[in-house]
């Protein structure tokens, strides 16, 4: 019994100076300003800021889409279609352009789902998701790669290596490619579309060697496309990501209700037609004709609606 009480008494010693020596080491931790405040390389708030925690998209769920039978689908058109960012209405989608820790744009939302495995990217070969792209690769058509350099030192007693951390302009990416089915649904006696993919296309001016040891930046401008992400798998975290509406901060709408809502400026630029879906610009090589015939298709979609209904 003596035994017993001595193996309690020494047990409760030990967890006292276990205790004492745990609040002894947190009392010497640095202030909490001095942590690392970035997850996932993006800024993390260290006091709320704003009224309170939105709570309500970042939890929410897409709307289903209604049930498609392929017995029902009496007509479909694939389009495709390009959005310029920089129009008012897209503004959404565009911004912000830097680095924020409350406001993420669309492209931001993506590359960053991606380099944490939410979402696939594929390449762009096709559009058809045949390949897939590593984060890695993903970074490396940003530009944004790390790099180390070879430069001379100040004093000009040689060269030196230097790191150059690579950085994401997204100011550079100012269009999206959207790739979409029409189609008429006679069970719901109506027309309706579904975004198949998104491929964000980086704008920018290629650098020219012009052979002094300096780029010249006002070289030819350039259209990358970047990668297809298939809109399905993405369209929870779209759900979940607010969008900003310059009329009113307290706003719910996703991105995903932007999309599915049609709440975009965009021209369309291809159908799917029997000349290897060629683009309209294929055969059209007057930018304002390219208009017209983008109006014309437009229309088409319309007026097949149009004439299935009896007055």
């Known amino acids: 019994m003596k035994k017993t009480n001595f193996l309690i008494l020494a047990a409760v010693m030990m967890m006292t100076l276990l205790a004492t020596t745990a609040i002894a080491a947190w009392a010497q931790k640095p202030a909490?300003?001095?942590?690392?405040?970035?997850?996932?390389?993006?800024?993390?708030?260290?006091?709320?800021?704003?009224?309170?925690?939105?709570?309500?998209?970042?939890?929410?769920?897409?709307?289903?889409?209604?049930?498609?039978r392929e017995a029902d689908v009496i007509w479909s058109?694939?389009?495709?279609?390009?959005?310029?960012?920089?129009?008012?209405?897209?503004?959404?989608?565009?911004?912000?352009?830097?680095?924020?820790?409350?406001?993420?744009?669309?492209?931001?939302?993506?590359?960053?789902?991606?380099?944490?495995?939410e979402i696939r990217a594929f390449g762009t070969d096709d559009d058809e998701f045949t390949t897939l792209l590593s984060p890695r690769d993903v970074t490396a058509n940003f530009d944004a790669v790390d790099k180390s350099e070879r430069r001379q030192k100040m004093d000009g007693s040689g060269d030196t290596t230097i790191f150059v951390?690579?950085?994401?302009?997204?100011?550079?990416?100012?269009?999206?490619?959207?790739?979409?089915?029409?189609?008429?649904?006679?069970?719901y006696s109506k027309m309706m579309v579904r975004v198949v993919g998104i491929c964000p296309i980086r704008v920018y001016k290629k650098l020219l060697n012009t052979g002094s040891g300096d780029e010249d930046a006002d070289g030819e401008l350039q259209k990358k496309q970047l990668f297809w992400v298939h809109y399905d798998e993405a369209r929870k975290l779209l759900a979940r990501t607010p969008a900003y509406l310059s009329n009113n901060d307290a706003s719910v709408w996703s991105y995903d209700d932007i999309?599915?809502?049609?709440?975009?400026?965009?021209?369309?630029?291809?159908?799917?037609?029997?000349?290897?879906?060629?683009?309209?610009?294929?055969?059209?090589s007057n930018g304002y004709t390219a208009l017209l015939e983008s109006e014309r298709i437009k229309n088409e979609i319309f007026t097949f609606e149009h004439d299935l209904w009896e007055y």
Do not use: C
């Open 259 to 284: 999309f599915n809502g049609r709440r975009f400026s965009s021209y369309i630029t291809k159908e799917s037609n029997p000349h290897n879906n060629r683009s309209i610009v294929s055969y059209m």
């Open 77 to 117: 058109k694939r389009i495709w279609r390009t959005v310029d960012m920089r129009e008012k209405l897209n503004f959404p989608l565009y911004y912000p352009t830097v680095d924020m820790t409350l406001r993420r744009s669309l492209v931001q939302t993506l590359v960053d789902a991606i380099h944490s495995g």
């Open 32 to 68: 909490a300003a001095a942590e690392p405040a970035a997850t996932n390389g993006l800024k993390k708030n260290l006091a709320q800021d704003g009224l309170f925690q939105k709570q309500i998209i970042a939890t929410r769920d897409p709307i289903p889409y209604p049930y498609i």
């Open 165 to 187: 951390r690579g950085e994401y302009k997204w100011d550079e990416v100012r269009e999206l490619l959207i790739k979409e089915d029409w189609f008429f649904d006679k069970h």
